[in-house]
């Protein structure tokens, strides 16, 4: 059974910097791709970046500039580089692997909170 362990959330201000981590009890390149998603309270999860196996990355719109996912894969880490960070940015963020047969994977969520 794939386990992902997200850390890193916190409270921030305006303008902040916070880097989150995604730790996979296997290999990250074994996985078809592995993304952040954000659900903000009361809302629908959505995709806040994700990066293929290849290294191929999206974004979503909104973070585009701010957010940068990157991996260590030897670690079997992924992460998710938050600058710029907007109130608007609050949420619980989700890590998720998804496998070579699309089975999707998720963390238990950090929560990460932008306010002065």
């Known amino acids: 059974q794939v386990q992902l362990v997200e850390s890193g959330g916190g409270l921030v201000q305006p303008g902040g910097s916070l880097r989150l981590s995604c730790a996979a009890s296997g290999s990250i390149l074994s996985f078809r791709s592995m993304a952040w998603y954000l659900q903000p309270p009361g809302e629908e999860r959505e995709l806040v970046a994700s990066?293929?196996?290849?290294?191929?990355?999206i974004y979503a719109d909104s973070v585009k500039g701010r957010f940068t996912i990157s991996r260590d894969s030897a670690l079997n880490k992924v992460y998710l580089q938050m600058n710029s960070l907007k109130p608007e940015d609050t949420a619980v963020y989700y890590c998720r692997a998804r496998s070579l047969e699309y089975m999707n994977y998720w963390g238990q969520g950090t929560q990460v909170t932008v306010s002065s």
């Open positions: 990066i293929t196996s290849g290294g191929t990355t």
